[in-house]
């Protein structure tokens, strides 16, 4: 049976835009006016009115950690009370008082950011989380995912002290007296998550399904996810095995690429003997690319620099691999047939996985490798000419220009700042796509968008920062889409609303080409559709809240009678 959708704005990939679609099979069949459409109408076929409502292909967020985001809606969100460091500790003994942990039992926490702290511009440390509970261990992430601080007990069950060796790639501060202070950084993080609770694969399986439900609301449709080591304390195959498994029952609603990180040789090498490789899976799920981490973050100025902070002259951040160690990782997945990607903020690190990327090419040549840089924050113009020499993917967050907006300059000087979040430059010269790197920033697309387009912060408008920079509309839609559809090597079954493609995609609550700049992020998704299926309605969202707020009223009523 087909579904005819007519009377709609439908951007296809192509401008102008058309009226009209039809869905058979979990494919588009057509895409045009409405008589194209409704001449195909048979018996039991189903007809749908767009009312005028404008329409695209699904959203592909190419770069995020979708179980991490499941995870992270367990936890404390102290993105919503990071103004002050005060109001974080308060607003975390009520979490603690309302969710009554068992004794002993983690609290976790995650979006602090203390460049908004009001009252104190630092990061919080052990003593500050004492302040909030000696009852329970405390680990609160900053909201980039590159530090984490803990208290005191959190430092005992972990076996921390001052002689405690530093963690190559990583490190954990010490106060005056050489003890540590409960903040870790970038590697030494992983002696604090190695002592959390280790998630079973139902749990593992929960968090996927969670984190997909959020995404749907935000119109993604795909996510491109770095998962295999979410949890230090799991082996890869558990996660594998939990994709594989809701596959195989049906209840995946977001089609999964995944970005495998690893961190050895080795254990790389024993992965692709297994078998895996890029492509290896079906349109559900399926093994992307070599997913290596090169630096930390601007935020918490672990992003390796290749000259010291403008704002902190004793540090350039911290690397988190040597070049040898890149090239060797490199080198092995790209004559092994298998994608690369690699986290890059800091011009520092990126001149190593540049220099990687030459090598590995110049000894196995590719020409449709497709290896990429994620973030490519900070930027120099020699490094940008390399992009389109080496025909790297860009995979950059707009959505960053929200905060970064803020501290670029701050913290690497007006010169370094000005051929830096080069967007247009990265899409104009070789293929970029747009992500999130949920849940380090909320999946929210339509934000994204706004931030490529506007250059400025998404609530008081900011900026703007190097306009020159901006994408038009149809390049920031691009970029969600068939763009990220290309970092898969599936631009020629999704991304597009045309014939053939995977029937993924969003209805939108006003038309983003006739939207004011400043008001793109508040055009509403008001369904999403994975493989020509509803997987969210903000109607029935909004009937289901309405019913449940119903039945709370009726509950109270009976108890007071």
């Known amino acids: 049976m087909r579904t005819i959708y007519r009377n709609g704005a439908v951007y296809t990939g192509e401008l102008p835009l058309c009226q009209a679609f039809v869905v058979e099979d979990g494919r588009f069949v057509c895409a045009g006016t409405d008589e194209d459409a409704l001449a195909m109408k048979e018996s039991g076929d189903e007809v749908k009115d767009l009312k005028g409502r404008f329409v695209c292909a699904g959203f592909n967020d190419s770069h995020m950690h979708l179980l991490n985001y499941g995870n992270a809606l367990r936890a404390a969100d102290l993105s919503q009370h990071t103004h002050s460091l005060a109001g974080m500790k308060e607003y975390m003994k009520e979490f603690i008082r309302e969710q009554s942990p068992k004794p002993g039992a983690w609290v976790r926490g995650r979006g602090w950011n203390h460049d908004y702290f009001e009252d104190e511009k630092r990061f919080p440390n052990c003593h500050d989380l004492d302040m909030i509970s000696t009852d329970y261990p405390i680990c609160l992430t900053r909201t980039c995912g590159h530090a984490c601080v803990v208290n005191t007990m959190a430092l005992h069950l972990a076996g921390i002290t001052g002689n405690t060796p530093q963690v190559e790639g990583g490190l954990y501060e010490v106060d005056e007296s050489g003890e540590p202070n409960g903040i870790f950084r970038e590697n030494a993080m992983d002696l604090i998550y190695g002592c959390l609770p280790e998630p079973a694969k139902e749990d593992i399986k929960e968090m996927i399904l969670a984190a997909s439900k959020a995404l749907n609301r935000y119109g993604v449709t795909s996510s491109q996810t770095d998962d295999l080591l979410a949890f230090n304390n799991v082996p890869y195959e558990r996660v594998l095995e939990a994709y594989r498994e809701l596959d195989a029952e049906g209840r995946m609603t977001v089609r999964v690429y995944e970005q495998s990180q690893f961190t050895n040789l080795d254990v790389l090498k024993g992965f692709v003997e297994k078998g895996y490789n890029t492509g290896w899976g079906n349109h559900w799920f399926k093994i992307g690319p070599l997913k290596m981490l090169g630096d930390g973050s601007l935020g918490a100025r672990s992003a390796y620099l290749s000259q010291p902070y403008a704002d902190d002259a004793s540090t350039r951040g911290i690397p988190i691999f040597t070049r040898q160690q890149f090239e060797d990782m490199v080198g092995y997945a790209n004559s092994h047939g298998m994608q690369v990607a690699v986290h890059a903020i800091g011009d520092g690190i990126l001149d190593d996985i540049l220099a990687a990327y030459e090598k590995a090419l110049s000894q196995c040549?590719?020409?449709?490798?497709?290896?990429?840089?994620?973030?490519?924050?900070?930027?120099?113009?020699?490094?940008?000419?390399?992009?389109?020499?080496?025909?790297?993917?860009?995979?950059?967050?707009?959505?960053?220009?929200?905060?970064?907006?803020?501290?670029?300059?701050?913290?690497?000087?007006?010169?370094?700042?000005?051929?830096?979040?080069?967007?247009?430059?990265?899409?104009?010269?070789?293929?970029?796509?747009?992500?999130?790197?949920?849940?380090?920033?909320l999946p929210d697309v339509m934000k994204g968008i706004q931030c490529a387009v506007t250059r400025t912060t998404v609530k008081d408008h900011v900026g703007p920062y190097l306009p020159e920079q901006a994408l038009d509309i149809k390049q920031a839609l691009d970029s969600f889409t068939v763009e990220g559809a290309h970092a898969s090597f599936e631009e020629e079954v999704k991304g597009r609303i045309a014939p053939g493609m995977l029937a993924d995609f969003v209805i939108l609550g006003a038309n983003p080409f006739e939207t004011s700049p400043e008001e793109l992020a508040g055009i509403p998704v008001e369904a999403t559709y994975v493989d020509g299926v509803c997987r969210y309605s903000r109607e029935a969202e909004g009937k289901q809240q309405q019913e449940n707020s119903s039945r709370k009223n009726r509950k109270r009523a009976f108890i007071s009678w």
Do not use: M, W
């Open 365 to 441: 040549p590719r020409k449709d490798h497709r290896h990429g840089i994620v973030h490519c924050q900070i930027t120099r113009p020699d490094q940008l000419d390399k992009f389109a020499k080496l025909s790297l993917h860009a995979y950059f967050q707009s959505i960053f220009l929200d905060y970064d907006i803020h501290i670029v300059e701050e913290r690497i000087g007006k010169e370094r700042a000005a051929s830096s979040y080069h967007f247009r430059t990265l899409y104009e010269t070789t293929h970029a796509s747009n992500g999130s790197d949920c849940p380090v920033e």
